[in-house]
């Protein structure tokens, strides 16, 4: 399956506090894989893997762009992954 890695950033420290992993899994057919992050009170930034169906991954991808974070593809994997 598709493998996109993605950097989300917040803008405001009140976006810190919002469950984005947890509606990424549980809205879309995609499964998260957290690679990095540093967060804190005030915000900060979190990369993952997002893997499932291309389609699924680029609705989850759009929704995270309406969501006023700064959102931005790191990395690309067609396949199964192994070439990562």
Known sequence: MPIVRVRIATRTADQADQPILYRLGKDFHVVTNLRKASLSEEGGYVEVDLEGPIE???????????????????????????NL
């Open 56 to 82: 699924e991954v680029h609705r989850a991808i759009a929704w995270l762009h309406t969501t006023g974070l700064d959102v931005s593809a790191l990395d690309r994997s067609v396949g199964d992954g192994s």
